[in-house]
């Protein structure tokens, strides 16, 4: 069955960084885009960015341009959520997504804290 499993979150303060990381299993990983997403309280869950299944990556230009990229492993069946110069507003929830003939499936979640 297709898992997700997101990991690498913490409490970090403002101007800090994290890498999170999402490990995949159950499907070709390889032929299928992997999106990042994060909810935090209080509110509705947003798309941050996506790695696409031939490489590169697209952010979530409002929120998170030049301070966030993603990046993906094919060998490791894992994609990764680098996060730089990270303010306040970024603390949330944040989830992998992947979308299989057409049903979504997630991840558990990885908190992350930003906080002096």
């Known amino acids: 069955q297709v898992q997700l499993v997101e990991s690498g979150g913490g409490l970090v303060q403002p101007g800090g960084s994290l890498r999170l990381s999402c490990e995949a299993s159950?499907?070709?990983?390889?032929?299928?885009?992997m999106s990042w997403y994060r909810q935090a309280p209080d509110k509705g869950r947003e798309w941050v960015a996506t790695?696409?299944?031939?490489?590169?990556?697209?952010v979530n230009t409002d929120s998170v341009k030049g301070r966030f990229t993603t990046s993906r492993d094919n060998a490791k069946n894992t994609v990764y959520l680098q996060m730089n110069s990270l303010k306040s507003e970024d603390t949330a929830v944040y989830y992998c997504?992947?979308?299989?003939?057409?049903?979504?499936?997630w991840g558990q979640g990885t908190q992350v804290t930003v906080s002096s």
């Open positions: 790695a696409p299944r031939q490489g590169g990556y697209i």
């Open positions: 997504k992947t979308v299989i003939n057409s049903r979504d499936f």
């Open positions: 159950g499907f070709t990983f390889s032929n299928y885009a």
